[in-house]
């Protein structure tokens, strides 16, 4: 597998004008498939792998514009899905399957079929059984599919062994969700996270092309013990890459740790106002930036597609009391969320770790949604954002079944059911929000003078105020305030 920044382009800009893409309807349905009794290839006997293999019927994604279809050939892969199936029931592994469908269809590529076999665990050296693998590659070879996309994270030699029998291009589940991230990067420092992601998973699973004949030059093999600058002559090509590799990664992440500061001033100015921060989190698709916008009319890309944030957006919004706070949107997250992709993120995960408050979106009208929040649950714990306040929004109430929504609720003592889309619930998530919000500390009592109206509005944003009245002398207030306000106010204590 090479990395391959030139389709990237084409099949972003190809993606954001396809419309086919946002709608396509899955129809899923797990049939028997019929499958030879003996296995001559491998003469196993293993009957619980033989029934195994199943065809997810109806997979193949629908084009209904032939210009459209021949135009996406150009330029998409043609794939087939391959998952195995270990635990849990039918309905688990057809989500799993269908979402990984969903990621091949967010970067980019056209699924032709979906295969589940059912095995006790992934095979060690190619992780479908030895004897399915045969059909998976007539599967390739009926469908015309140039790529095999397996639903789990697969060793270097798993990959290689499985490339070599199905004869077309094999990657699995995490190289897929790097490659949506590479899609996607717009600023600098998501880019630069993502290349290094990228590096990271690739580092281990260069292949030394050609073996020997790779050697570049002549001399000893195997250098490595030259020396710096001393090395080159008896590398090998595999290991000039990897050196190169580590180079850059070595750059990016000083890249990284820099754009980091610039962040964290500006948190840290956040901090000093007093303000608190409140981030959204949650599942991919959730409608983490809907919310935002709904909460504060940000205007941020809002699209039914995976992964379409990837830089997290700060706007401000107030409590129904006018106190203020920021609001936070960021990346989503997914099941098995490649840890390159957590290790690269620290940063932006920090921020989230940073918050006085998290705002967990979860979308009420998915199949699984204690699947995909626990799954946020996990990558918040590594983030080290396990401990913070959570309040659990469940989206999506116009489209989820109500019992469902009532039923999810109960599991979550701070939950609101909320609609991003018609505003449903959206008030009483502001009010959660207001209670859950750290208090400011101090008590003050003030007579302020009607020359200085802006004291007066400083301490309706980021204060509490308990009582106001409006007197000759100017107004007088009491309320709960920050530190660096009470200092201001104590200039105008009330006598
Ligand atoms: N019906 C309905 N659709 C919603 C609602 N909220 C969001 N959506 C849709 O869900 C899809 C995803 O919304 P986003 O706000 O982009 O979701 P996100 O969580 O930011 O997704 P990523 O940034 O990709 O992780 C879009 O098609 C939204 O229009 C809602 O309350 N009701
Ligand atoms: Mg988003």
Same mark, same amino acid.
């Given at each position: 597998?090479? #990395?391959?920044?030139?389709?990237?382009?084409?099949? #972003?800009?190809d993606?954001?004008a396809?419309?086919?893409?946002?709608?396509?309807?899955?129809?899923?349905?797990?049939?028997?498939?019929?499958?030879?009794?003996?296995?001559?290839?491998?003469?196993?006997?293993?009957?619980?792998?033989?029934?195994?293999?199943?065809?997810?019927?109806? *997979?193949?994604?629908?084009?209904?514009?032939? =210009?459209e $279809?021949?135009?996406?050939?150009?330029?998409?892969?043609? $794939?087939?899905?391959?998952?195995? !199936?270990t635990?849990?029931?039918? &309905?688990? &592994?057809?989500?799993?399957?269908?979402?990984?469908?969903?990621?091949?269809?967010? &970067?980019?590529?056209?699924?032709?079929?979906g295969?589940?076999?059912?095995?006790?665990?992934?095979?060690?050296?190619?992780?479908?059984?030895?004897?399915? $693998? %045969?059909?998976?590659?007539?599967?390739?070879?009926?469908s015309?599919?140039?790529?095999?996309?397996?639903?789990?994270?697969?060793?270097?030699?798993?990959?290689?062994?499985? %490339?070599?029998r199905?004869?077309?291009?094999?990657?699995?589940?995490t190289?897929?969700?790097?490659?949506? *991230?590479?899609?996607?990067?717009?600023?600098?420092?998501?880019?630069?996270?993502?290349?290094?992601?990228?590096?990271?998973?690739?580092? /281990?699973r260069?292949?030394? !092309?050609?073996?020997?004949?790779?050697?570049?030059?002549?001399?000893?093999?195997?250098?490595?013990?030259?020396?710096?600058?001393?090395?080159? /002559?008896?590398?090998?090509?595999?290991?000039?890459?990897?050196?190169?590799?580590?180079?850059?990664?070595?750059?990016l992440?000083?890249?990284?740790?820099?754009?980091? +500061?610039?962040?964290?001033?500006?948190?840290?100015?956040?901090?000093?106002?007093?303000? /608190?921060?409140?981030?959204?989190?949650?599942?991919?698709?959730?409608?983490?930036?809907?919310?935002?916008?709904?909460?504060?009319?940000?205007?941020?890309?809002?699209?039914?597609?995976? *992964?379409?944030? #990837?830089?997290?957006?700060?706007?401000?919004?107030? =409590?129904?009391?006018?106190?203020?706070?920021?609001?936070?949107?960021?990346?989503?997250?997914?099941?098995?969320?490649?840890?390159?992709?957590?290790e690269?993120?620290?940063?932006?995960?920090?921020?989230?770790?940073?918050?006085?408050?998290?705002?967990?979106?979860?979308?009420?009208?998915?199949?699984?949604?204690?699947?995909?929040?626990?799954?946020?649950?996990?990558?918040?714990?590594?983030?080290?954002?396990?401990?913070?306040?959570?309040?659990?929004?469940?989206?999506?109430?116009?489209?989820?079944?109500?019992?469902?929504?009532?039923?999810?609720?109960? #599991?979550?003592?701070?939950?609101?059911?909320?609609?991003?889309?018609?505003?449903?619930?959206? /008030?009483?998530l502001?009010?959660?929000?207001?209670?859950?919000?750290?208090?400011?500390?101090?008590?003050?009592?003030?007579?302020?003078?009607y020359?200085?109206?802006?004291?007066?509005?400083?301490?309706?944003?980021?204060?509490?105020?308990?009582?106001v009245?409006?007197?000759?002398?100017? +107004?007088?207030?009491?309320a709960?305030?920050?530190?660096?306000?009470?200092?201001?106010?104590?200039?105008?204590?009330?006598g």
């Amino acid at each position: 597998m090479t #990395l391959r920044p030139e389709r990237r382009t084409d099949a #972003l800009a190809d993606r954001s004008a396809d419309p086919t893409v946002n709608g396509t309807d899955i129809h899923l349905s797990v049939v028997d498939r019929e499958i030879p009794l003996d296995d001559p290839a491998t003469g196993e006997l293993d009957l619980e792998d033989r029934r195994a293999l199943r065809r997810v019927a109806g *997979f193949s994604t629908e084009l209904t514009d032939i =210009t459209e $279809v021949e135009y996406r050939r150009l330029q998409l892969e043609r $794939v087939v899905l391959v998952g195995v !199936w270990t635990d849990g029931s039918v &309905a688990d &592994a057809e989500n799993s399957l269908r979402e990984l469908k969903l990621l091949a269809e967010t &970067a980019g590529a056209e699924v032709l079929e979906g295969l589940i076999q059912r095995r006790r665990r992934p095979d060690e050296a190619t992780y479908i059984g030895r004897g399915k $693998v %045969e059909e998976v590659h007539s599967e390739v070879v009926a469908s015309g599919a140039d790529t095999v996309i397996c639903d789990g994270e697969l060793s270097p030699a798993q990959l290689r062994n499985l %490339e070599e029998r199905v004869k077309v291009k094999v990657i699995d589940r995490t190289a897929l969700i790097l490659d949506i *991230f590479a899609q996607h990067a717009k600023s600098r420092e998501g880019k630069a996270q993502v290349e290094l992601a990228q590096l990271s998973y690739f580092l /281990p699973r260069l292949r030394g !092309w050609g073996g020997n004949l790779s050697r570049q030059g002549g001399g000893r093999a195997g250098g490595g013990n030259g020396g710096v600058g001393l090395r080159g /002559p008896g590398e090998t090509k595999l290991e000039i890459d990897r050196r190169r590799i580590r180079t850059r990664m070595a750059k990016l992440r000083r890249e990284i740790d820099g754009m980091k +500061t610039g962040r964290g001033t500006k948190r840290l100015q956040r901090r000093r106002n007093a303000v /608190p921060s409140v981030a959204i989190a949650g599942y991919t698709n959730a409608g983490k930036s809907s919310l935002l916008n709904r909460l504060t009319g940000a205007g941020v890309l809002v699209e039914d597609a995976l *992964f379409a944030t #990837l830089d997290p957006t700060t706007r401000r919004a107030s =409590t129904p009391d006018g106190r203020l706070f920021t609001l936070t949107d960021t990346v989503g997250f997914v099941r098995h969320l490649p840890h390159q992709l957590v290790e690269a993120f620290r940063s932006t995960l920090e921020e989230v770790a940073e918050a006085d408050l998290v705002v967990h979106v979860v979308d009420g009208s998915h199949p699984d949604p204690e699947g995909q929040i626990s799954a946020v649950r996990e990558v918040l714990a590594e983030a080290g954002a396990g401990d913070l306040p959570e309040i659990l929004a469940i989206n999506k109430a116009d489209l989820a079944d109500p019992i469902e929504l009532a039923r999810l609720q109960t #599991l979550v003592p701070r939950s609101v059911v909320v609609s991003a889309k018609t505003g449903h619930g959206i /008030p009483e998530l502001l009010a959660m929000v207001g209670a859950e919000l750290p208090r400011p500390e101090i008590e003050v009592s003030a007579l302020v003078p009607y020359a200085r109206g802006d004291l007066v509005a400083k301490v309706h944003e980021r204060g509490e105020v308990l009582e106001v009245e409006h007197t000759a002398d100017g +107004t007088r207030l009491r309320a709960r305030v920050d530190p660096v306000l009470a200092a201001t106010l104590n200039g105008f204590t009330a006598g």
